[in-house]
């Protein structure tokens, strides 16, 4: 009889925030392929000339702004998620790893294969929407890990849940008790995604090439980032009963001078504050638990940005981090 572990994948983080620590992270970040998609003379050159020398300074105080007692929020919220997925599951094998920095996919497949009755993963990438700089690399990083170590061990790849109505109730029962208070406009604010990206997945030429082709039906929507995150956001909404003037969605973290998705996140607080909202609720569901781009970027410097251009109060929805109903879900999985 087949015995099972799960491993869930994060993103990862550095591990400490200071100027050296965070150099490694970017690096090891920036240097994939999947993230930066070019050769590799020339995105050695970027990371190296152009980001290296002075972003992980900024990075590092970004990332004392949000630190924990404990460690980085993305690793401790992580490990709490576990922690109560844990105690859904009982005795089945369950791992977390990151895929930059530590604990590595590597090392925690190493470490559930040392029981040599384990003969299938089920490998969990903790991302709601397909993307190659997140779901792919992160598949791939565990494939080689198999590969290199001559692994008798199959790898079950759970696929991206933007649309499973599990998640979709799971998002709206963690955010309810905000959205029961009283507030203008909610922004559903996704991690951006260089439009190519999207356009090198879609042979057809079908992505990004009309206003509403994310809401006709086609096969490209399978690796469609931003047609994806736009279906959460109208499950979501259609549960929630939400009017379309009090939402609008939006994309932060861009980084390079690439086109990304839009509009962006910061412009759009901007002219939501032009428009007269002076309460906004931020909520950033291609995020499963709270990290830098939640606690800082938004919380902290969406804050700033939407005060200055004349609101009165921004406020984070939580991510689902280690929310009963997450954990339920992501239980139900595992057994599946």
């Given at each position: 009889?087949?015995?099972?572990?799960?491993?869930?994948?994060?993103?990862?983080?550095?591990?400490?925030?200071?100027?050296?620590?965070?150099?490694?992270?970017?690096?090891?970040?920036?240097?994939?392929?999947?993230?930066?998609?070019?050769?590799?003379?020339?995105?050695?050159?970027?990371?190296?000339?152009?980001?290296l020398p002075t972003r992980p300074?900024?990075?590092?105080?970004?990332?004392?702004?949000?630190?924990?007692?404990?460690?980085?929020?993305?690793?401790?919220?992580?490990?709490?998620?576990?922690?109560?997925?844990?105690?859904?599951?009982?005795?089945?094998?369950?791992?977390?790893?990151?895929?930059?920095?530590?604990?590595?996919?590597?090392?925690?497949?190493?470490?559930?294969?040392?029981?040599?009755?384990?003969?299938?993963?089920?490998?969990?990438?903790?991302?709601?929407?397909?993307?190659?700089?997140?779901?792919?690399?992160?598949?791939?990083?565990?494939?080689?890990?198999?590969?290199?170590?001559?692994?008798?061990?199959s790898l079950n790849v759970l696929?991206?849940?933007?649309?499973?109505?599990?998640?979709?109730?799971?998002?709206?029962?963690?955010?309810?008790?905000?959205?029961?208070?009283?507030?203008?406009?909610?922004?559903?604010?996704?991690?951006?995604?260089?439009?190519?990206?999207?356009?090198?997945?879609?042979?057809?030429?079908?992505?990004?090439?009309?206003?509403?082709?994310?809401?006709?039906?086609?096969?490209?929507?399978?690796?469609?980032?931003?047609?994806?995150?736009?279906?959460?956001?109208?499950?979501?909404?259609?549960?929630?009963?939400?009017?379309?003037?009090?939402?609008?969605?939006?994309?932060?973290?861009?980084?390079?001078?690439?086109?990304?998705?839009?509009?962006?996140?910061?412009?759009?607080?901007?002219?939501?504050?032009?428009?007269?909202?002076?309460?906004?609720?931020?909520?950033?569901?291609?995020?499963?638990?709270?990290?830098?781009?939640?606690?800082?970027?938004?919380?902290?410097?969406?804050?700033?940005?939407?005060?200055?251009?004349?609101?009165?109060?921004?406020?984070?929805?939580?991510?689902?981090?280690?929310?009963?109903?997450?954990?339920?879900?992501l239980s139900d999985w595992c057994?599946?």
């Amino acid at each position: 009889m087949s015995k099972r572990a799960i491993l869930l994948a994060n993103l990862g983080s550095p591990d400490s925030p200071t100027t050296p620590a965070v150099r490694r992270y970017l690096n090891q970040f920036l240097m994939d392929p999947y993230v930066i998609q070019l050769p590799w003379i020339l995105r050695r050159t970027i990371v190296s000339l152009f980001v290296l020398p002075t972003r992980p300074k900024a990075s590092a105080e970004a990332y004392k702004s949000v630190w924990t007692p404990t460690g980085s929020p993305l690793i401790v919220l992580s490990e709490q998620l576990k922690a109560a997925v844990k105690s859904k599951i009982g005795d089945m094998p369950l791992a977390l790893a990151m895929r930059y920095g530590n604990p590595s996919i590597e090392q925690q497949i190493l470490a559930l294969t040392e029981n040599k009755e384990i003969d299938e993963i089920l490998y969990i990438p903790l991302y709601p929407h397909f993307a190659d700089s997140t779901v792919t690399t992160s598949i791939e990083e565990a494939k080689q890990a198999i590969e290199k170590h001559n692994l008798s061990v199959s790898l079950n790849v759970l696929p991206p849940f933007y649309d499973n109505p599990q998640y979709i109730d799971a998002l709206v029962k963690s955010a309810e008790s905000y959205l029961s208070q009283d507030h203008d406009h909610i922004l559903f604010s996704y991690h951006g995604l260089p439009e190519s990206h999207i356009t090198k997945l879609d042979p057809s030429g079908h992505c990004l090439q009309q206003t509403n082709c994310c809401q006709i039906e086609h096969p490209a929507h399978k690796t469609c980032y931003r047609h994806q995150v736009m279906k959460t956001t109208e499950l979501f909404v259609q549960q929630m009963q939400l009017e379309k003037s009090r939402y609008s969605v939006a994309f932060q973290s861009r980084l390079g001078r690439a086109k990304w998705l839009g509009p962006n996140t910061e412009d759009r607080l901007r002219e939501l504050a032009a428009q007269g909202i002076r309460h906004v609720m931020v909520l950033c569901p291609a995020f499963v638990t709270d990290c830098l781009e939640t606690l800082e970027e938004i919380a902290i410097r969406g804050e700033e940005v939407f005060k200055e251009a004349g609101g009165q109060k921004l406020t984070l929805i939580p991510c689902m981090n280690d929310h009963p109903a997450w954990v339920n879900v992501l239980s139900d999985w595992c057994q599946t």
